[in-house]
């Protein structure tokens, strides 16, 4: 099987490198990449949010199966272009990924499932604003306003704060840049995101996994895309994830395809388990990026024939998905200044040990290998649990050199020390 890979991630190294194990992935080949796909997969430089430019790499490739990491291309309708033009795509539709690309759809498609989430209200006039705001916001049951782009953000169109002038400022300047805003009650208790390989009525939900969004330790500071993800969730009792699967995913998957908009590929929900029970926070079209670096390393199901049996169909009859024991933790290494705009251009030194995703690096013309983005390496690693995995991934990113870089120190700890109680 040739598969092509369409990302530059961190996420799309680790589904590169999970499809590599796969014995019956002869050829892969990656658009457009990074520094450390480069070394796995044959790279392309193609526009990957034109259909046609990815329809025609496939075709120029002879790609078996395209898998789409990012959002962006899915909301835009490549995985279309893709499958009509004979090619097996992993990646919903347009028409699907909605449930990403508009969070005024995924509430409207989940009112319609009966599924539990946070009560929001979408506001496009900004003459409405104060009066909504109002509506929402600190009381008894409620910490804080959530404010959140209706549509992509790449992660960082949430604000969460008690502050309401800041709560307010985030709204106007999304409505000053003609985005609709969804204001949302917040949810409390700890978050999960559970990834799930669907293709209509059919879901096979992966291992879960918690991500932490913030840049800093203890969940301070700003939104980023991801500074940090582990897996599984040993605090989370597996019924859990069958109410998760059953009573959230799966009715999902079945209004998507009652609208005729049937889901296939990879549908991410994020969830707070509340007291009164999985509470989604947002669904994803996609692999969440890092979660995805953790959860692939514990997979030892063959990625390449899962992803190909959804995309043709026949993910009903896959065999149950076999995991390696043990656990693994993601630390991202993020680059001076991120989630501003990051300093980039400086060498790294220990960028190609094992254990070490890129994802903004670039291949420099006397070889060297150097940061172009915020984010700039995923390290991942694992252990016989999750405090040897954290050890593991620690010792690997302390032994990494990036001026100026930085990395949260406790990702996944709590959990280690026994602190995630439901
Ligand atoms: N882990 C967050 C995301 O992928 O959106």
Redesign the pocket.
Known sequence: MRVLVIGSGAREHALLLALRRDPEVEELAVAPGNAGTAIIADQYDVDITSGEAVTGLAQKIGADVVVIGPEVPLVLGVADMVRAAGIACFGPTKDAARIEGSKSFAKDVMTAAGVLTATSEIVDNPAHLDAALDRFGPSVDDPAWVVKDDGLAA?KGVVVTADRDAARAHAASLLDAGHPVLLESFLDGPEV?LFCIVDGETVVPLLPAQ?F?RVGDGDTGPNT??MG?YAPLRWLPEEVVSQIVDDVVKPVAAEMVRRGSSFSGLL?A?LAITSRGPSVVEF?CR?????TQSVLALLDTPLGQLLRAAATGQLAEAPPLRWRDGDAVTVVLAAENYPGRPRVGDAIVGAEADGVLHAGTARRDDGAIVSSGGRVLSVVGTGQDLAAARDAAYTLIKSIRLPGSHFRADIGLAAAEGKISL
């Open positions: 992660g995101s991500d969004k895309g991801g993800a991410y994020g994803n692999f969440g990026d890092p979660e």
